[in-house]
């Protein structure tokens, strides 16, 4: 049985957010949901990622390393409030699902979309198809 824990996860002195992980053992960790606030550099860490990680006397972790980065393709969006409050954006993520694949939704608008390496589906062009669609939905109401 493994082991799910939702903890801190320190991006700097200042901010922490809460993510859920899988404890693999001693420090070592499998992401379950991508941190948002970590991503803002050239290496983005994704869920699915194995991380080793350091407790921090606050109880929060930070990052030491990269331990095996997760064979999924990585996207990820801010995408239109249109698309949001439209069902091309339901359709969308559904077809990310039966691709085997999963996504995550931050803050309301930042779209994340792992997609496994043998997926067909091609996630940029089908978020722009909907997020046309979405649009125009929008401007007929």
């Known amino acids: 049985m493994t082991e799910r824990a939702q903890i801190q996860f320190r991006t700097d002195d200042t901010f922490a957010e809460g993510i859920f992980v899988e404890l693999l053992g001693p420090g070592l960790y499998r ?5 948002a606030l970590a991503n803002g550099g050239a290496d983005p860490i994704h869920a ?4 080793e990680l350091e407790a921090l006397p606050d109880g929060s972790h930070r990052l030491v390393r990269v331990v095996t980065r997760s064979p999924m393709r990585h996207y990820q969006w801010v995408v239109p409030r249109e698309l949001v409050e439209s069902g091309e954006l339901r359709d969308f993520l559904d077809a990310v699902e039966n691709e085997g ?4 939704r931050v803050f309301g608008g930042v779209l994340y979309v792992h997609l496994p390496p043998e ?3 091609d996630a940029d062009v089908e978020l722009t198809r909907r997020v046309a669609a979405a649009g125009d ?3 007929d109401a």
């Open 119 to 121: 997926s067909a589906l």
């Open 31 to 35: 992401l379950e949901e991508t941190p």
């Open 137 to 139: 939905t929008a401007h």
């Open 101 to 104: 694949g999963s996504w995550e």
């Open 48 to 51: 699915g990622d194995v991380v």
